[in-house]
């Protein structure tokens, strides 16, 4: 039993659930701890405030009844204030000298031996006001103490010291009264908050257990897709966890693909070399065995090329396009040096590519090295992203030849050059198609009446990813 409570505490705490939901109770204890805090202090603050007031009263009631006798003062035997005549009532009234003597007690302190070493500081002066706490000898409980300085006499030559005190035992009561409610009401608000808290944590985090309901159910053969109703924040995510797994499953159809037509591709070539007969015509079969053998190669580097291009953009990040475009010109430099071509790049450095990096480096590859292999020396090339920032455009312009519309038809096919007398093996811009389609975008020839200033009189190509 208690390793399944442990193992149960560690999933729990494990889970997204489990820590919002302790920080959250967290941050909500030390809340209602200071807010308790505050409002103990702000009731007591009020209490002693409204003592202080009740207290001044009495010394108000005091002075009224007071009169002048010699350097003292003489204040009637039953006083207004009934509590005053009676001993041991909690409230005491006294009057001080100043010399700190006290003159003056009620008859409610009478039956307070040691009240004559009050435990009170100098004598205040005329108009000064203090309210304290003290503790009286021989008394457990501490008391509430007003202190109020007056001046007696025609020219206020004489100073008293009116002093009121009342048990606190009442006060302390009441904050302890308080405090005990206010506790209660938040022990209570707080398990409230705690179970409202954790039910919105739970229709909050009810989209993240959709998403894994629908993983499990694409794992288990349902779909093949997540499908669900996501809120808008899981909806980037879902996307590309779905673009992730088409890229996949269109990867693992393309080599499955790939390898079929490998395989159909290679018949004929194989064919044709168990026909040769070596013996009675060897020119002809070395010629043929030749020529079947750079077929053979062609083919083959072709399907490979073919099986290592990407499937559909992929939504992990965006690639630079600018960098990576003069990377493959400073190289084509290199492999053209004897050839001067003039190559403009516009392309900004904001400019990216949502795929993958090897797929657009096979394709300007290709592009920009039949513009160096086939144009007259200038070369223009142009990327920007469309206008959702997704997508890609790509023109490709030089002041070669050019091609028709029906040429452009036929190079696009495996094995076949529009020149003839270059090297190569006339299987570039067919893997080129291959990765636009593969990214479900579209590439052609830019008719002239389209061109505007991309137009250097010869090629100009657009893809559009």
Request: hydrophobic share 40%.
């Amino acid at each position: 039993m208690p390793q399944r409570v442990d193992k149960a505490l560690r999933r729990w705490w494990h889970s997204l659930t489990g820590r919002l939901s302790l920080m959250a109770t967290l941050v909500l204890l030390v809340f209602l701890a200071l807010l308790s805090g505050v409002l103990e202090r702000a009731y007591r603050t009020s209490l002693d405030e409204a003592k202080a007031r009740e207290l001044q009263l009495h010394v108000y009631t005091l002075l009224a009844v007071a009169e002048q006798d010699g350097d003292g003062l003489q204040l009637p035997l039953n006083l207004p204030e009934p509590r005053f005549n009676q001993p041991d009532s909690g409230l005491i009234g006294a009057v001080m000298d100043a010399r700190g003597r006290v003159i003056w007690r009620s008859q409610s302190a009478l039956s307070l031996p040691n009240f004559s070493a009050l435990p009170l500081p100098l004598p205040l002066r005329q108009g000064q006001e203090v309210y304290a706490e003290v503790q009286l000898p021989d008394l457990a409980t501490p008391y509430s103490s007003f202190r109020q300085g007056i001046a007696w006499g025609l020219d206020n030559e004489r100073q008293f010291t009116f002093v009121t005190l009342e048990d606190a035992g009442p006060l302390y009561a009441q904050v302890k009264q308080f405090s005990g409610t206010l506790w209660r009401w938040l022990g209570i608000g707080s398990l409230a908050l705690i179970v409202v808290q954790l039910l919105v944590l739970r229709w909050g985090l009810a989209p993240l257990r959709g998403v894994t309901r629908a993983l499990k159910q694409m794992q288990q053969g349902g779909t093949d897709t997540l499908q669900g109703n996501f809120p808008r924040e899981l909806v980037p995510l879902t996307d590309n966890l779905n673009l992730l797994i088409e890229n996949e499953r269109r990867q693992r159809e393309k080599t499955r693909h790939t390898l079929g037509d490998l395989a159909h591709s290679l018949k004929t070539p194989l064919a044709v070399l168990k026909g040769l007969d070596v013996e009675r015509e060897p020119d002809a079969a070395r010629a043929a065995l030749a020529e079947q053998v750079q077929r053979m190669d062609s083919i083959i580097s072709y399907q490979l090329k073919r099986a290592v291009t990407s499937s559909p953009k992929s939504i992990l990040r965006g690639v630079k396009v600018q960098p990576l475009v003069e990377k493959i010109l400073t190289a084509l430099d290199k492999v053209y040096r004897g050839k001067s071509v003039d190559a403009e790049l516009l392309c900004e450095d904001s400019v990216l590519f949502y795929g993958d990096e090897g797929d657009l480096m096979e394709m300007l590859g290709n592009l920009l090295d039949n513009g160096y292999k086939y144009g007259a020396g200038k070369l223009l090339v142009k990327v920007t992203n469309t206008s959702d920032q997704r997508g890609l455009e790509i023109l490709v312009s030089d002041n070669g030849p050019g091609l028709s519309e029906a040429q452009w038809r036929n190079v696009v096919q495996r094995g076949v050059r529009a020149d003839q007398q270059q090297q190569g093996q006339g299987i570039g811009l067919a893997v080129v198609v291959d990765i636009v389609e593969s990214y479900h975008g579209e590439i052609g020839i830019v008719p002239p009446a389209a061109r505007g200033e991309e137009d250097l009189g010869g090629l100009t190509l657009q893809i559009l990813l």
